[in-house]
Nanobody, 119 residues
Framework: EVQLVESGGGLVQAGGSLRLSCAAS????????IGWFRQVPGKEREEVSC????????YYTDSVKGRFTISRDTAKNTVHLEMNTLKPEDTAVYYC????????????WGLGTQVTVSS
């Protein structure tokens, strides 16, 4: 059974940090790019960051550059998203997904984890 399980969300004050994790199972983790997306009610899902299957290529949307860092742990089939200097506008449900490439179609999705940044 394919599973992507997000964890690490929560409530944090503006300026604080959170570390999200995405644990993958049921498919060949090393074959897939992993992306982090976020969505707020009434808006389209946004691709925030992604990391290639090799880990050599990373992408960040402009609004998180310099604040978020994505990494992958091949031994644990896990991808992390380190989020620093959080802002209220980062509040969203964060999802991870397995894709063939960044900005491409997602094959598998997790159920999401809520991140709330208070001002």
């Amino acid at each position: 059974e394919v599973q992507l399980v997000e964890s690490g969300g929560g409530l944090v004050q503006a300026g604080g940090s959170l570390r999200l994790s995405c644990a993958a199972s049921g498919f060949t983790f090393d074959d897939y790019t992993i992306g982090w997306f976020r969505q707020v009610p009434g808006k389209e899902r946004e691709e925030v960051s992604c990391i290639s299957s090799s880990g050599h290529y990373t992408y960040y949307t402009d609004s998180v550059k310099g604040r978020f860092t994505i990494s992958r742990d091949t031994a644990k089939n896990t991808v992390h998203l380190e989020m620093n200097t959080l802002k209220p506008e980062d509040t969203a449900v964060y999802y991870c997904a397995a894709m063939i490439r960044c900005k491409g179609e997602a094959h598998y999705w997790g159920l999401g984890t809520q991140v709330t940044v208070s001002s």
